[in-house]
């Protein structure tokens, strides 16, 4: 399997070991790294860190969509990514994602220099899928139960696996109707939105199932409250269950791992290949 991100190395090439996708969030309040990255400074040396570190794929956001979160302008997401990815484009070529759901995002993040849509919402609002379509970039489509603001206020399935495949599917198909061609499609089963500790357990085992529905899988669970739960641990001390997580992930058949700490899964992911553990 294959997907074709302009700019990565050995582009067309099969994505396994997994890719890494550097988690860059340009907000006040985002769950874990919320404020640390607001001076544009600060914020450019991350990324150029994290594409030194070996990671494949750098996913700005600019506005956040933890639980409980609430919108933002188009005007102030631009004004928290553009200029980033400006400054980012003229030092490293390292791919970078955008993290949005806005269509005008979409294209003045594009326009900039970003090469992927990263989407919570699935492009299910006003005008994004036609936008993406627009744009000829690959395109990542996530699983959202609700709303950032109400998603986790007692999520229900009868079958989350079924139900976040046939959403999954059924979304890809939709973009595939408009014009994104298969190759250009990743989906991502959303753990922690609109999903209880047992749902996100049952998703994690069945990375398997999704990972063989035909379009690449990423999976973002680094400092996720599941990892929480199941440790006991603050979100500032959960690198080990990250980096764990990225590891099981890979090997269950995650084509990309969307996470924080890029170093140490960087890492993790060289010995997990070299000893043929995938």
């Not at 150029?48 to 609430?70: K, Q, W």
């Not at 400054?87 to 390292?94: C, D, E, F, L, Y």
């Not at 250009?184 to 999704?210: C, M, S, W, Y």
């Not at 999976?219 to 099981?248: E, H, N, P």
Request: hydrophobic share 40%; proline share 8%.
């Amino acid at each position: 399997m294959s997907i074709a991100i302009p700019g990565l190395p050995g582009n067309d090439r099969p994505i396994r070991p997994p890719l890494v996708m550097g988690i860059l969030n340009l907000t006040p309040d985002s769950f874990s790294d919320g404020g640390l990255w607001t001076n544009p400074a600060t914020a450019l040396d991350h990324a150029l860190s994290m594409a030194a570190a070996g990671a494949d794929i750098l996913d700005l956001g600019g506005e956040s969509t933890r639980p409980g979160a609430g919108p933002v302008s188009d005007d102030q997401e631009l004004q928290r990514v553009v200029p980033l990815i400006d400054q980012i484009r003229a030092r490293v070529p390292t791919p970078i994602s955008i993290d949005t759901s806005k269509p005008e995002v979409m294209r003045e993040a594009v326009a900039a220099g970003a090469s992927m849509i990263n989407d919570v919402r699935g492009l299910r609002d006003e005008g994004a899928l036609g936008a993406a379509a627009g744009l000829g970039v690959p395109v990542c489509l996530m699983h959202m139960l609700g709303e950032p603001r109400s998603m986790q206020t007692q999520p229900r399935y009868q079958d989350v696996v079924g139900e976040v495949e046939s959403f999954l599917l059924d979304r890809a198909r939709e973009c595939e109707s408009t014009g994104i061609p298969s190759g250009r499609i990743v989906l991502d089963p959303g753990f922690g939105f609109g999903k209880t500790l047992q749902h996100n357990i049952e998703l994690f085992r069945a990375i398997p199932r999704l990972s063989g529905l035909g379009y690449p899988l990423l999976i973002g669970i680094s400092r996720k409250s599941m990892l929480g739960a199941i440790t006991g641990r603050a979100v500032g001390d959960r690198l080990a269950a990250s980096v764990a997580g990225a590891v099981l992930a890979a090997q269950a058949g995650a084509s990309i791992v969307r996470v924080h700490d890029v170093p140490e899964t960087v890492d993790a992911l060289k010995f997990l290949a070299a000893t043929g553990s995938q």
